[in-house]
């Protein structure tokens, strides 16, 4: 267990300078399709150039090992392009890269919205006949976080990426919620503090 909990902290500490040397985009299309960081030699190697940024799409169909990744880094086809050959022959008209991206992007955001309104059904059920205790409060309405938010939210305005904000609170220590049991600031907790307050104000 302890062995997994130092992987782990050693992933989300070298994960945001991943996205950042990777431009945030994927290493294969280059897309910027929800991103995620990939282990090319391994979950237990957490060395910078045995990591790379991929989007979830081409992360599905990554190899592991060097040189099988380095061989499909170069000749292989990426995520988009397996989904393309998915609905060749389905009678679904033919897709560019662009529209599966996009198609993507909706169906990830529906996915979210859908799993927020079960949610929301399962706490009304839960208050009805009183079994519902109430959880963490947003972010922003403990002491102290409501500063930190506006400027997560200028700093979002200015077209900074979830894990640039999350290096630059990093880097002048301002602690996140749960520092306390040794956690900073990633890209994942700062885009999820940003969609509830977008989605407070919808």
């Known amino acids: 267990m302890a062995q997994r909990d130092k992987f782990h902290s050693e992933f989300k500490k070298i994960r945001p300078s991943i996205l950042i040397r990777d431009e945030n985009r994927c290493a294969k299309c280059g897309s910027d399709l929800s991103l995620e960081v990939h282990h090319i030699d391994g979950y237990d190697n957490n060395s910078s150039e045995c990591l790379v ?3 979830y799409l081409c992360h599905a169909v990554a190899p592991m090992g060097k040189d099988l990744f380095s061989q499909w880094l170069l000749l292989g086809r990426s995520g988009i392009e397996e989904v393309q050959t998915e609905i060749k022959g389905k009678k679904i008209p033919r897709m560019t890269k662009a529209q599966i991206v996009e198609f993507c992007r909706v169906l ?3 996915n979210i919205d ?17 079994t519902y205790k109430e959880g963490r409060k947003p972010y922003g309405e403990k002491p102290g976080e409501a500063a930190v938010l506006e400027r997560m ?16 609170l990093n880097a002048e220590g301002i ?11 990633s890209g994942n907790t700062i885009q999820k503090i940003l969609a509830r307050k977008s989605a407070e104000k919808a």
């Open 53 to 55: 940024t991929l989007c």
């Open 108 to 110: 990830l955001k529906f």
């Open 114 to 130: 859908l799993a927020k309104e079960r949610m929301k059904a399962a706490r009304d059920r839960m208050r009805g006949n009183g």
């Open 153 to 168: 939210l200028k700093m979002r305005e200015i077209g900074k990426h979830y894990y640039q904000i999350a290096d630059e």
């Open 175 to 185: 602690p996140c919620r749960r520092s306390d049991a040794g956690k900073i600031w």
